[in-house]
Every structure is written in C-alpha cells, then in structure tokens.
C-alpha cells in the first residue's frame, strides 16, 4: 500500500488566529510557508494560508488527508476579500430577521462567513441553554436573501464566541488570550486552579466567556511536576532552625513554608528552601531502629553498637 510522503503534508490556517489542518500536497510538492492554497474541507473549498511544512508525520485522519487542490491566484485572494466585505451586512440581515422569528431570546447570531468565492455562506450563532433550537424558517429565509450561496447554521460554544468577539481579558489584558494566540482550546478543570494555589473564587478563575479561564492550563504542569519534589502540607520536617509542619508550599520557587513552634514564644511561619528540609518521619524511623536491641548476633561477637541494649532488656 503506497504512503503519502511526510515532506509532502502541509498545515493550512483559514483565519489569522485559527485552528491548523492538515493537506496531502503530493500535487504541489513545492510549495512553501506563507504561500495561499485551495483545499477541499467538509464545508467545500476554501482559501487558506501555509502555516507549516512537516517534518514528523501527524496522526493519520480517519479516511486519510485531503488533497491540496492548486495555489491560490491573485484573483481569488481579491475574491476572499470581496466577499469578507460582506459579512457584516450579512450578519446584521440574519439578526433582524431572527428578531423578527422572535428566534433573539434562544440564539445570539455571533457572525457570518463567506468562503473566498461566495458560494458558502456560515452564520455562526450560539444559545444560553442546551436546548436544540429550530431554526429551519431562519435558514430557509437565509437562503432566499443569498440565493447565490449555500446556507449554514453553524453553533459555537462560549469560548468559540469570546474568541470572534475579541476585547479585553477578564485579567486585564488589552487582547484576550484565544483572541490573540490560541488555536485550540484545551480543557480546563478546577484541578488545576487548585493545583496552582488559586482562589477558586469566580471572579479569580472564569473568562470573558463564563467559562474557567484558558490560562489555568498555562503553567499547570510545570506545578504538577514542582510539587512532585516539595514535602506535602502538614508534613513535619526539620529545618535549620529546628522541628515543624509544613503549612504552604511555593512551587516554581521551590521555597516551603514552616510553621515552627518554640516554647515560650509565639509560633513562627519561617520559608526554607527545598535542600534545607530534611523529612521527619525517616529520620525519626533511623533513631526509633538505632535505639532498639541487636536481633542478629545473639550468639555474641556483637560490632553493631546494639548488643548492650538487649542486654539491659534482659530479666534480671
């Protein structure tokens, strides 16, 4: 069976910040970074831009990867733009008459989209609640307003939305993380706010979007892997200014907070470093084994220091 040759693979972006797909290029085994491509998707042919040339073979598609059709000519980028053009319009026809359909208080209608020649046009929308929406008459009126394209409803989720809308991050930040780099939206879970020590208020963890913030995945394994090599909380460990319970950890400092008691004064909440600690529990495992009597030279000829211990337990 002939294989597709890995140099001959390509990742294509359809909008500037935008998930990568992956063509077969044998057709075209020259082509380069940067260069405009049509490809055939499961929602016909669309214009995109070369964003990799592979060099490690990806996973292999169920039924394979679709072929790079030919380069982009200067004609269809002056048709992509044209028709970008009228997007806008087209979104605001599709929001009065949803209104209209009285369709305004199930959907919100995010955005319209047109493929490079016009023959596909999406209206991407979303809903608050679960529920499936009919939107049948909307569509079909769609298609009467746009007779020369090919009508779809398209639903997208919280954070596809955030992403489209773009502003401000609920951090402060002048441009939103999935608005500015991120391709891909990873799951998120309250594991990792608490991993990382975050206040699992709403405010401290939930995006523009309503959802948990996509920043929660940035660092989480690099905590994973810091806390792996810190004592854990309420550990007693001992520390260069004596015997405590570890109260707070500080991962990517690699720093542990110690609560130390000393008789007479108030408890003291002192930070160490790893390599000052030593575990408490092993080192009072290794006095508990020093002190107790010899079980292996009973018949004398003891060298091991224990040999007196098991003397003195002997009855009298």
Not at 28 to 55: A, F, M, N, W, Y
Not at 101 to 119: C, P
Request: charged residues 30%; hydrophobic residues 30%.
């Amino acid at each position: 069976m002939q294989t597709t040759d890995i140099k001959n693979i390509i990742g294509v972006r359809f909008t500037p910040i935008g998930k990568i797909y992956h063509f077969d290029s044998s057709a075209l085994p020259d082509l380069q970074k940067g260069e405009h491509v049509i490809v055939e998707t499961s929602r016909g042919k669309h214009l995109g831009e070369i964003v990799q040339i592979l060099e490690e073979a990806p996973p292999k598609p169920e039924g394979g990867w679709k072929s790079v059709e030919r380069r982009a000519t200067p004609r269809d980028l002056l048709l992509q733009q044209t028709w970008r053009n009228k997007q806008t319009e087209a979104m605001i026809n599709c929001r009065a008459r949803a209104s209209e359909l009285g369709l305004l208080s199930k959907i919100k209608v995010v955005s319209a989209e047109y493929n490079y020649d016009g023959s596909r046009l999406a209206f991407l929308y979303s809903t608050e609640k679960e529920e499936k929406v009919d939107l049948k008459s909307l569509k079909k009126d769609m298609a009467d307003m746009h007779s020369a394209a090919y009508i779809e409803m398209r639903q997208i989720g919280p954070r596809d939305v955030a992403k489209i809308l773009g502003g401000m991050g609920a951090c402060g930040i002048e441009t939103r993380c999935c608005s500015k780099f991120l391709t891909d939206f990873s799951p998120v879970s309250i594991k990792m706010a608490k991993e990382q020590g975050i206040t699992l208020t709403p405010d401290e963890i939930t995006g523009m979007c309503g959802r948990l913030r996509c920043c929660l995945v940035y660092e989480y394994e690099q905590y994973v892997e810091a806390r792996k090599q810190l004592p854990k909380r309420n550990k007693r460990v001992i520390t260069p200014k004596g015997e405590g319970k570890v109260v707070d950890v500080i991962p990517l400092s690699d720093k542990v907070v110690v609560r130390i008691e000393i008789e007479g004064e108030r408890p003291q909440h002192l930070t160490f470093m790893r390599e000052e600690l030593q575990p408490w529990d092993e080192l009072e495992a290794l006095r508990r084994k020093s002190q107790a009597p010899c079980d292996r030279h009973e018949n004398g000829g003891c060298t091991c220091g224990k040999a007196s211990h098991k003397k003195n337990d002997k009855p009298n």
